[in-house]
């Protein structure tokens, strides 16, 4: 049974904006993020928060820093990221996860969780030029 499920995937000409949501439980210290897998490319971190009960700590790739932000509604139990100026090199199949961190190394979000973690099925973003 999958806890997490994404939403908010769709088509959107370059330039555009779209926001996906994930819902479901995820733990304190651990990571909540998206990941991103485009035809014929390897898994790719997007954009992670490493949850804590102050202030979480955001976590961007380099291809999308500026463009995307991660936050989340915690009452709602929902995980945002907040998509703008796509390109179409942001298609992909997007991926919501709950994972245990680190989030990052050396201040660079990693491609794929270090330790165990729970997925999304997924929501196809598509960007045309």
């Known amino acids: 049974q999958d806890q997490l499920k994404e939403s908010g995937g769709g088509s959107v000409q370059a330039g555009g904006s779209l926001t996906l949501s994930c819902s479901g439980p995820?733990?304190?210290?651990?990571?909540w993020g998206w990941f991103r897998r485009a035809p014929g490319k390897e898994l790719e971190g997007v954009a992670s928060l490493f949850l804590r009960t102050g202030t979480d700590t955001p976590y961007y790739s380099s291809s999308v820093k500026g463009r995307f932000t991660i936050s989340r509604d915690i009452p709602k139990n929902t995980l945002y990221l907040q998509m703008n100026a796509l390109k179409p090199e942001d298609t992909a199949l997007y991926y919501c996860a709950a994972y245990q961190g680190p989030c990052a190394r050396n201040g660079e979000l990693l491609d794929r969780p270090a330790g165990s973690s729970e997925w999304g099925q997924g929501t196809q973003v598509t960007v045309s030029s």
């Open positions: 995820a733990p304190i210290n651990f990571c």
